[in-house]
């Protein structure tokens, strides 16, 4: 399992649960987002500016009314960074199944161990 390339801004697993749930919509509201993801204010908008530094999400202000409102967008750069991170979570999943298949038509079991025990 050598050679796998995971995007090392995408292994925390609250970034990857904001892009992963970006990938589904256009605009997101930041309150959904933040709802969704079980996150402060605060932590999501630390998360975000790590994700728009990196140019994986685009960021909107706005209003509605006078109430001023954020929404969020998965960038074209950011979904091919999710898209590539999942593809090596996938190799990694294929590559260990590989392995336990070979392992097992090898019948490498302890002395005295039958098959299926």
């Known amino acids: 399992m050598t050679g796998i390339d ?5 292994l925390d697993p609250t970034r990857l649960s ?17 709802e969704s993801v079980g996150l402060s204010a605060s932590a999501l908008s630390k998360q975000i500016t790590t994700l728009g530094t990196q140019g994986y999400v685009d960021i909107d202000k706005g209003y509605v009314g006078k109430r001023p409102r954020t929404w969020l967008n ?6 091919a960074a999710l898209e590539a991170h999942l593809a090596a979570l996938q190799r990694v999943v294929e590559d260990s ?21």
């Open 6 to 10: 995971f995007d090392p801004v995408l």
């Open 18 to 34: 904001i892009v992963s749930l970006l990938s589904g919509v256009q605009w997101a509201e930041f309150a959904w987002v933040r």
């Open 74 to 79: 998965l960038s074209t750069a950011g979904r």
């Open 97 to 117: 199944r590989r392995t336990a298949d070979a392992y097992q038509a090898a019948d490498e079991r302890p002395p005295g161990r039958e098959a299926g025990t």
